[in-house]
């Protein structure tokens, strides 16, 4: 029997040696040999990070020995927030830091396409970098000018990104999923100088012809001075005719040795955006500076990754995960890309290729772990996954029985962490600690130098209760603004409305006495019956433990003069109907596990889910729709991993409206 704590059921427990070995215990270590800084435990470590920032982020420059032109002092010259300014004597550029843990010992990436497999050594990222950087200069590309991407997981987008850090240039980058008007919403703001694009890619086994969209973003981006072409599977069958078109062979051709322009420390970066499901998304750009020390912070010691290790992130290069796992090259580990369906030719494919690919942390959306454990299947059956140390889960909330089938049907001495964090600071702010506890249906801990709290509606800490997600604290990878937004007005909107001087982030979330944490879900979608909240993630995990159901949404539809009306949104499992029977048992299954207060007004069954490109579901826009806003302005079909799935909720929209 697995231990229980007061809340939940233990899971895995680090053994002693385990935790002594760990990225964190060493700089713990250090701190006390180095520094005459003892902790006892996380807990204590945790706190010191947020009541000295100064000390804490002085600790990770030191610690990691980050190498800058000028002076690591102050290390906040202001600290109010928004606004607060880190290292402003301090000059640095994020790809040298990369470089360094440059080593012929093994490999830099790992790319596995459904083509097949590429390694590149530190060596040829090196040369390809260096002729892409000069190449880019060449065109008078230089600091501060946008370079943006339209390119698959492969190791030409990393080589372009690393380019672009290298001389200053800001990337920004589009998964070629993403259809013309989503990418238009997002690159029109940023104007940039350059388009990286692909003519085609193969994702479930078929080609995908991309070649018209690049034409079409094209025209429409008169900022662009040249696009740049890297080949997709149709490039062999018919050439591409872009105006002011370059071959990716020909900027690389030429050998040439790589030079860093070091930076002021909040230098932009890179711009990415908010999903993009209603309105125009919002385009953060975060600096070299912070995401250098955020990104070492975070990767070996919240995540525990070291040289050697080979971390795959599951998702598309519009994904802020995308950002993330190229940030541990910064440690000197090996990350493997991953580019195609993980369920082609197969359910166990990513299982299989993990295995012999020796993974030793894997990341992914929730969702993809719980449709794995909906499919019934078993991994460790077929692949042992012997180097397998770490499992990180994020996008959603991870429900308990997905934990407990990580445990059972995939590896029983991994560690699950779940993490929840956001595009808005490229991290975490709850995360993983190598020298903590699992325990099902938590989040381990906040992660260091994250002032995490839960706020109620007076703006009050509390613990053992659900409230907002808020940040009391600056963090080096908050945002630095939003680009284009004129005298602050959406970054201001966007965090500080509700809690001057204090981010809120749009989350639900409970701290236990422990300090772990649990998700409910965003605060904007939370269900309100009767003066008590609920988290849809509640919802869902009762609903969706009956083998019946393989997916659900819930929404709540408030109405002038009217009483609230929630309605209840199932997808089957195959060969399943929704009869009364069916109905009744998730009445009961809710009234029992969740609350009576939130069962569902009438309950319907549906074909899909709408989601995100990134997986998560639509409730905001769904529940908008269904209000009577109109399709187009709540939802981006081009930001959706499944469009037509929208049309169910707009056919039925003026019915559920019905009095």
Same mark, same amino acid.
């Given at each position: 029997?697995?231990?229980?704590?007061?809340?939940?059921?233990?899971?895995?427990?680090?053994?002693?040696e385990?935790?002594?070995?760990?990225?964190l215990?060493?700089?713990?270590?250090?701190?006390?040999?180095?520094?005459?800084?003892?902790?006892?435990?996380?807990?204590d470590?945790?706190?010191?990070?947020v009541?000295?920032?100064?000390?804490?982020?002085?600790?990770?420059?030191?610690?990691?020995?980050?190498?800058?032109?000028?002076?690591?002092?102050?290390?906040?010259?202001?600290? *109010?927030? /928004?606004?607060?300014?880190?290292?402003?004597?301090?000059?640095?550029?994020?790809?040298?830091? $990369?470089? !360094?843990?440059?080593?012929?010992?093994?490999?830099?990436?790992?790319?596995r396409?459904?083509?097949?497999?590429?390694e590149v050594?530190?060596?040829?990222?090196?040369?390809?970098?260096?002729?892409?950087?000069?190449?880019?200069?060449?065109?008078?590309?230089?600091?501060?000018?946008?370079?943006?991407s339209?390119?698959?997981?492969?190791?030409?987008?990393?080589v372009?990104?690393?380019?672009?850090?290298?001389?200053?240039?800001?990337?920004?980058?589009?998964?070629?999923?993403?259809?013309?008007?989503?990418?238009?919403?997002?690159?029109?703001?940023?104007?940039?100088?350059?388009?990286? @694009?692909?003519?085609?890619?193969?994702?479930?086994?078929?080609?995908?012809?991309?070649?018209?969209?690049? %034409?079409?973003?094209?025209?429409?981006?008169?900022?662009?001075?040249?696009?740049?072409?890297?080949?997709?599977?149709?490039? +062999?069958?018919?050439?591409?005719?872009?105006a002011?078109q370059?071959?990716?062979?020909?900027?690389?051709?030429?050998?040439?040795?790589?030079?860093?322009?070091?930076?002021?420390?909040?230098? /932009?970066?890179?711009?990415?955006?908010s999903?993009?499901? *209603?309105?125009?998304?919002?385009?953060?750009?975060?600096?070299?500076?912070?995401? $250098?020390?955020?990104?070492?912070?975070?990767?070996?010691? +919240?995540?525990?990754? !070291?040289?050697?290790?080979?971390?795959?992130?599951?998702?598309?290069?519009?994904? #802020?995960?995308?950002?993330?796992?190229?940030?541990?090259?910064?440690?000197?580990?090996?990350?493997?890309?991953?580019?195609?369906?993980?369920?082609w030719?197969?359910?166990?494919?990513?299982?299989?290729?993990?295995d012999?690919a020796?993974?030793?942390?894997?990341?992914?959306?929730?969702?993809?772990?719980?449709?794995?454990?909906?499919?019934?299947?078993?991994?460790?059956?077929?692949?042992?996954?012997?180097?397998?140390?770490?499992?990180?889960?994020?996008?959603?909330?991870?429900?308990?029985?997905a934990?407990r089938w990580?445990?059972?049907?995939l590896?029983?001495?991994?560690?699950?962490?779940?993490?929840?964090g956001?595009?808005? #600071?490229?991290?975490?702010?709850?995360?993983?600690?190598?020298?903590? =506890?699992?325990?099902?249906?938590?989040?381990?801990?906040?992660?260091?130098g994250?002032?995490?709290?839960?706020?109620?509606?007076?703006?009050?800490? $509390?613990?053992?209760e659900?409230?907002?997600?808020?940040?009391?604290?600056?963090? /080096?990878?908050?945002?630095?603004?939003?680009?284009?937004?004129?005298?602050?007005? !959406?970054?201001?909107?966007?965090?500080?409305?509700?809690?001057?001087?204090?981010w809120?982030?749009?989350?639900?979330?409970?701290?236990t006495?422990?300090?772990?944490?649990?998700?409910?879900?965003?605060?904007?979608?939370?269900?309100?019956?009767?003066?008590?909240?609920?988290?849809?993630?509640? #919802?869902y995990?009762?609903?969706?433990?009956?083998?019946?159901?393989?997916?659900?949404?819930?929404?709540d539809?408030?109405?002038?003069?009217?009483?609230?009306?929630?309605?209840?949104?199932?997808?089957?499992?195959?060969?399943?109907?929704?009869?009364?029977?069916?109905?009744?048992?998730?009445?009961?299954?809710?009234?029992?596990?969740?609350?009576?207060?939130? $069962?569902?007004?009438?309950?319907?069954? #549906?074909?899909?889910? =709408?989601?995100?490109?990134?997986?998560?579901?639509?409730?905001?826009?769904?529940?908008?729709?269904?209000?009577?806003?109109?399709?187009?302005?709540? @939802?981006?079909?081009?930001?959706?991993?499944?469009?037509? %799935?929208l049309?169910?909720?707009?056919?039925?929209?003026?019915?559920?409206?019905?009095?």
């Amino acid at each position: 029997m697995h231990e229980m704590t007061g809340e939940g059921e233990v899971l895995w427990q680090p053994t002693p040696e385990q935790a002594a070995a760990s990225r964190l215990a060493g700089y713990q270590e250090w701190l006390r040999t180095s520094c005459g800084r003892a902790f006892e435990g996380y807990a204590d470590l945790w706190q010191w990070s947020v009541d000295d920032l100064d000390g804490f982020w002085r600790s990770i420059w030191d610690f990691f020995d980050v190498q800058a032109d000028g002076s690591p002092q102050p290390v906040l010259g202001r600290r *109010t927030m /928004p606004g607060a300014e880190w290292f402003p004597n301090a000059r640095l550029n994020y790809a040298e830091h $990369v470089f !360094r843990q440059a080593t012929p010992g093994r490999p830099a990436l790992l790319a596995r396409s459904e083509e097949g497999l590429r390694e590149v050594s530190w060596a040829q990222l090196r040369r390809d970098v260096g002729a892409l950087a000069a190449w880019l200069r060449a065109q008078g590309i230089g600091p501060g000018d946008r370079v943006a991407s339209y390119l698959p997981n492969q190791p030409e987008t990393v080589v372009a990104f690393l380019a672009c850090a290298a001389i200053g240039a800001v990337w920004s980058s589009c998964s070629p999923d993403m259809g013309p008007s989503v990418v238009l919403d997002r690159l029109r703001q940023i104007a940039p100088k350059l388009l990286l @694009a692909c003519d085609s890619y193969r994702y479930n086994g078929k080609v995908h012809d991309r070649a018209a969209v690049v %034409s079409q973003l094209v025209e429409e981006l008169p900022s662009l001075q040249a696009v740049l072409h890297v080949p997709g599977p149709l490039a +062999q069958d018919r050439p591409v005719t872009w105006a002011r078109q370059q071959a990716w062979a020909e900027t690389v051709r030429v050998e040439a040795p790589l030079a860093f322009e070091r930076l002021p420390f909040d230098h /932009p970066l890179w711009i990415v955006y908010s999903s993009g499901t *209603t309105g125009l998304p919002k385009a953060m750009v975060h600096g070299h500076g912070g995401i $250098v020390l955020t990104h070492l912070k975070t990767m070996a010691l +919240q995540h525990d990754l !070291r040289p050697g290790d080979r971390l795959l992130f599951l998702g598309g290069t519009g994904w #802020i995960v995308w950002n993330l796992q190229v940030g541990a090259l910064l440690v000197g580990a090996t990350i493997v890309l991953y580019d195609g369906n993980p369920a082609w030719p197969d359910a166990e494919a990513l299982w299989r290729f993990m295995d012999t690919a020796g993974v030793t942390l894997f990341g992914c959306g929730a969702a993809y772990l719980v449709n794995c454990m909906k499919e019934g299947l078993r991994p460790r059956d077929f692949a042992p996954l012997a180097r397998l140390r770490a499992i990180n889960s994020t996008g959603s909330p991870l429900p308990q029985e997905a934990y407990r089938w990580v445990y059972g049907s995939l590896k029983p001495d991994v560690w699950l962490a779940s993490i929840s964090g956001g595009t808005d #600071i490229a991290s975490g702010f709850v995360a993983c600690a190598p020298t903590l =506890p699992v325990i099902a249906g938590e989040i381990q801990c906040r992660e260091l130098g994250v002032a995490a709290y839960a706020f109620d509606e007076a703006g009050r800490p $509390v613990v053992g209760e659900v409230g907002e997600l808020v940040v009391t604290q600056p963090m /080096p990878s908050m945002p630095l603004r939003f680009w284009g937004d004129e005298g602050n007005r !959406r970054y201001l909107e966007s965090y500080f409305e509700m809690f001057p001087g204090v981010w809120r982030h749009g989350d639900w979330i409970r701290f236990t006495p422990r300090g772990s944490a649990v998700i409910y879900g965003r605060s904007d979608s939370t269900i309100n019956r009767s003066g008590i909240r609920m988290g849809t993630a509640e #919802i869902y995990r009762v609903v969706e433990e009956l083998p019946e159901v393989r997916d659900s949404l819930v929404v709540d539809l408030e109405y002038l003069g009217r009483p609230s009306y929630m309605p209840l949104f199932v997808v089957l499992h195959a060969g399943r109907t929704l009869d009364d029977d069916l109905k009744q048992k998730i009445v009961r299954q809710i009234r029992d596990k969740a609350s009576p207060r939130h $069962v569902p007004n009438e309950i319907f069954a #549906i074909a899909e889910v =709408p989601r995100t490109l990134t997986g998560k579901k639509m409730e905001v826009p769904v529940r908008k729709l269904l209000l009577g806003h109109d399709a187009d302005t709540v @939802a981006s079909r081009d930001a959706m991993a499944n469009p037509d %799935s929208l049309a169910y909720f707009i056919a039925s929209a003026a019915r559920l409206r019905e009095p």
